[in-house]
């Protein structure tokens, strides 16, 4: 009685501030909470990464990203053959995920603290100064923010730094995609319209308060990683509780219980068999994205493959595909330009770290407040090819301003007008585009989109950026000219897979009418 009167009161709590139904309240909480987690502990070393590869000039990054793109592809299939495991429910594999990085955090700590000779751990009496690796590679750093000697540092330093860079970029993508595949399969078209508002809140709320803490405790240097892979196993945990919670299942929806039930059983671990029959099943009974069928029975290792087979015999999946790709150079090309203005205007690398942290903290409460007062009422109202053409048309009007005046503030408010448009409105919509597909597709071609696609994107601006950059002598209005086309594109294809949900999803809401 007690658990039921406190069940009334947590979900009136949050109606306040997302319409939710009974039986979504737990997932919505789960799923929110477990963003919080990656997004801060993404935060908390992402000031440390950057600050990482500033160290190694400015002219690496270009190199950097494409090595991103190079672990990418060998991540995301992995990920991928994880999902697959038949032993494995989805939820456990989303788990082991998320453990797996926050062990990996750890390493890179131990790497890190014995890559900086010298290096000892924060006293009191050096509270609010720099470390003595800051100190000591500060003055080279100044002279040149382009270009740096490598040879001025030892080969397992910069191992480390190349090493780090990567590898917290592979995590914000594994990590994020693989969690909102396992929440698109327990919510639809019509329950993602109202909820991923709240959901996005905790990642931005996450992202916030991440920042904040790295910009206070910034004198802490390695050591926030060990924070990190605290709350990336605090995220595992979360991560547990991403099911629909059948036992407050209205009666009008009685005839998708048993599937539902069957969501529940595999977080919990226990069903295996029947659950693979009815995953069979629902990928021959669905038919909302046009795909080819793949075998039922194959080898374990070519199941690391049916992430790229679904997304090349499937016209939906490769538009969504190239929406991606345009929005990632898109974005590429703004970072270059932000990094390239702290990196010549900020010669301490203690400061760079900290104006990092805060301009990604006053993004965040714009978002926080966007998320929560205007996601939900959006999506529900304009709909989906609303929400991903806000992005493109945005960043059109961004580039256009930088060229007029190419200052730091232009890039400033820009930067801060483009994620807050980007996270209320764009992330959501596009995480909607995969509430019509298959099972199969949320976890294996949603995963190879998110991760691969995103990085081919990072990969193709930064050739572009580096290319430009050198032949126009860095120029950074005449550069963004140069992206105008590639958000002409990018609305174009919005506008199209927008219309195109729309017509894939009518099916969907009759059939759960």
């Known amino acids: 009685m007690t658990s039921t009167i406190s069940r009334s009161r947590l979900d009136a709590i949050v109606s306040i501030f997302v319409s939710v139904h009974p039986h979504e309240t737990s997932a919505l909480l789960h799923s929110s909470s477990c963003f919080f987690f990656i997004l801060s502990a993404y935060f908390v070393v992402l000031p440390l990464r950057d600050e990482g590869a500033i160290s190694l000039g400015l002219s690496s990054l270009p190199a950097l990203f494409l090595g991103s793109l190079v672990l990418t592809l060998i991540a995301a299939p992995v990920s991928t053959l994880v999902f697959s495991l038949p032993n494995l429910s989805k939820g456990k594999a989303l788990v082991l995920i998320h453990r797996f990085f926050s062990v990996s955090l750890i390493v890179f700590f131990?790497?890190?603290?014995?890559?900086?000779?010298?290096?000892?751990?924060?006293?009191?009496?050096?509270?609010?100064?720099?470390?003595?690796?800051?100190?000591?590679?500060?003055?080279?750093?100044?002279?040149?923010?382009?270009?740096?000697?490598?040879?001025?540092?030892?080969?397992?330093?910069?191992?480390?730094?190349?090493?780090?860079?990567?590898?917290?970029?592979?995590?914000?993508?594994?990590?994020?995609?693989?969690?909102?595949?396992?929440?698109?399969?327990?919510?639809?078209?019509?329950?993602?319209?109202?909820?991923?508002?709240?959901?996005?809140?905790?990642?931005?709320?996450?992202?916030?308060?991440?920042?904040?803490?790295?910009?206070?405790?910034?004198?802490?240097?390695?050591?926030?990683?060990?924070?990190?892979?605290l709350l990336m196993e605090l995220a595992a945990q979360a991560s547990k509780g991403i099911f629909l919670d059948v036992s407050h299942l209205p009666e009008e929806l009685s005839p998708i219980k048993k599937s539902d039930a069957d969501q529940q059983n595999e977080a919990d671990g226990s069903k295996q068999k029947k659950n693979e029959a009815d995953r069979q099943t629902m990928q021959t009974d669905k038919s909302s994205?046009?795909?080819?069928?793949?075998?039922?029975?194959?080898?374990?290792?070519?199941?690391?493959?049916?992430?790229?087979?679904?997304?090349?015999?499937?016209?939906?999946?490769?538009y969504v595909s190239l929406f991606l790709w345009l929005s990632a150079v898109v974005s590429s090309f703004f970072y270059f330009q932000k990094v390239t203005v702290i990196a010549t205007t900020v010669s301490s690398s203690l400061e760079r770290r900290r104006l990092f942290a805060q301009i990604n903290s006053f993004i965040a409460v714009f978002i926080l407040a966007g998320q929560l007062t205007?996601?939900?009422?959006?999506?529900?109202?304009?709909?989906?090819?609303?929400?991903?053409?806000?992005?493109?048309?945005?960043?059109?009007?961004?580039?256009?301003?930088?060229?007029?005046?190419?200052?730091?503030?232009?890039?400033?408010?820009?930067?801060?007008?483009?994620?807050?448009v980007t996270y209320v409105l764009t992330r959501p919509g596009r995480e909607l585009l995969f509430t019509v597909v298959s099972q199969d597709e949320k976890y294996k071609a949603k995963v190879c989109i998110d991760v691969i696609v995103q990085r081919l994107g990072d990969a193709t601006a930064a050739g572009m950026y580096k290319l430009l950059f050198s032949t126009l002598h860095g120029r950074t209005s005449t550069v963004s000219l140069y992206a105008l086309p590639v958000c002409l594109l990018w609305i174009v294809t919005a506008f199209h897979l927008g219309r195109r949900q729309a017509q894939l999803a009518k099916p969907h809401l009759i059939s759960t009418s």
């Open 289 to 318: 994205s046009p795909k080819s069928p793949i075998l039922a029975v194959k080898p374990q290792l070519w199941t690391i493959l049916d992430g790229f087979w679904l997304i090349m015999s499937s016209t939906y999946l490769l």
């Open 374 to 420: 205007v996601t939900g009422h959006i999506l529900t109202v304009a709909g989906v090819t609303v929400a991903i053409c806000a992005s493109p048309f945005v960043s059109f009007t961004n580039l256009v301003a930088i060229a007029v005046w190419p200052t730091w503030v232009a890039i400033a408010v820009s930067e801060t007008l483009r994620k807050v």
């Open 110 to 229: 131990i790497l890190w603290h014995s890559s900086s000779a010298g290096y000892s751990p924060p006293t009191s009496e050096d509270l609010g100064s720099s470390s003595e690796e800051d100190q000591r590679n500060e003055t080279n750093q100044a002279n040149s923010a382009y270009s740096v000697n490598w040879e001025n540092y030892g080969w397992f330093y910069v191992s480390v730094r190349i090493g780090f860079f990567l590898w917290v970029g592979l995590l914000n993508l594994i990590t994020i995609s693989s969690t909102w595949a396992r929440i698109i399969d327990v919510m639809d078209t019509e329950s993602g319209s109202r909820l991923f508002g709240f959901i996005g809140a905790g990642a931005t709320l996450g992202q916030l308060f991440g920042s904040l803490f790295a910009t206070g405790m910034a004198w802490l240097g390695p050591f926030l990683l060990v924070f990190a892979a």
